[in-house]
């Protein structure tokens, strides 16, 4: 391993959290509580005959945890999330939701959690309220006003064919499907997804909302702005692994600070700051130098002293930033 999170993070050699990788159902959070972890994963793999899905995934959700699950296209958060729903089955490995195993009590997994897909299609000719009565009575709840209520919010026109909607209007009907019946869990595959800023602004409420309520929220995305502004929790997924899942707020704390340099007039000596392991996702545009810094500070400034420069700034990374790092194969040994 060429890298570290200071004391924060604990990593076996493959990118998998090591306290997290063999509990039970249930963990104490603090003296004398016990938190139900909501999802619970072991070595789960799926793969496509030669093609990679995910590879021994190691991930818990604790109840009532507002969770973000990172990665780009292609990385496994869908097939990780059908998985988990039992929608396609994994060829080894373990996993509960709520509970409940995801090979024998699919239906029980279900009737609980709220399912949002990443892509939405709607039969032909229902308009979208009786979509959402269809989907209240898969669940057997009578949910009407809250229906209503949710249109409302999310500016949707129940009277309108589901055919007929625009991209973010179809999202929107599908997020009142999933949010209707007041499901314990939230499971979203990238829901912002389509949606015009103002009702991502406003869906974000409501989730905080539900959360705030006691309801676990999960949800993928590949827009790290939104797990930095509204997660607890997060994971980051690479090439259908796990490599690393804390806290938000542990993760922004890093050590790291982000260095940008005006003016430079010289290339940017990596082996002056400390090397690799100091400077980390340096780039240069015209005559602008940034990166990521872990070492000492007299060295950086010691070494900016010699420097021909117009301006200098450090700052706080942004997760985006930090998480980059991870994503950059040279510091990794998969």
């Not at 899942?245 to 400390?274: F, N, P, Y």
């Not at 872990?294 to 942004?318: A, M, N, W």
């Amino acid at each position: 391993m060429r890298f570290r999170l200071e004391s924060k993070l604990s990593w076996t050699s493959r990118g998998r959290p090591l306290a997290e990788t063999d509990c039970l159902c249930r963990t104490k959070k603090k003296e004398g509580e016990i938190v139900m972890k909501v999802i619970r994963t072991k070595e789960l793999t799926k793969s496509y005959g030669k093609s990679r899905g995910i590879t021994g995934l190691a991930l818990t959700v604790e109840q009532g945890d507002f969770f973000g699950f990172i990665g780009p296209n292609g990385a496994g958060k869908s097939t990780t999330i059908r998985t988990l729903l039992g929608l396609i089955k994994p060829n080894s490995g373990e996993a509960s939701v709520l509970g409940h195993d995801i090979l024998t009590e699919q239906k029980s997994i279900l009737s609980k959690v709220g399912y949002l897909p990443s892509e939405i299609s709607y039969y032909k000719g229902m308009r979208v309220k009786d979509v959402l009565r269809y989907s209240a009575e898969l669940h057997r709840v009578k949910c009407g006003d809250e229906a209503k209520n949710l249109c409302e919010r999310l500016h949707l026109d129940a009277d309108k064919k589901a055919e007929n909607l625009s991209l973010g209007n179809r999202k929107n009907g599908a997020i009142i499907c999933e949010l209707q019946h007041d499901p314990e869990l939230l499971i979203m595959d990238e829901p912002t997804s389509g949606l015009d800023p103002l009702i991502q602004r406003e869906f974000f409420t409501i989730l905080k909302e539900r959360n705030d309520r006691g309801k676990t929220i999960f949800f993928s995305s590949h827009i790290l702005s939104e797990v930095q502004s509204y997660c607890r929790s997060a994971a980051f997924i690479k090439d259908g692994r796990i490599i690393v899942s804390d806290k938000v707020e542990r993760l922004e704390e890093t050590g790291a600070k982000k260095v940008t340099i005006r003016g430079m007039q010289s290339q940017l000596d990596t082996e002056a700051l400390g090397g690799e392991e100091a400077v980390r996702n340096a780039m240069t545009e015209e005559n602008t130098v940034s990166f990521l810094y872990r070492g000492e500070v007299k060295r950086l400034l010691s070494y900016l002293s010699k420097c021909e420069l117009f301006d200098v700034s450090i700052e706080e990374p942004s997760l985006e930033e930090i998480f980059m790092q991870y994503y950059d194969s040279s510091t990794l040994d998969m």
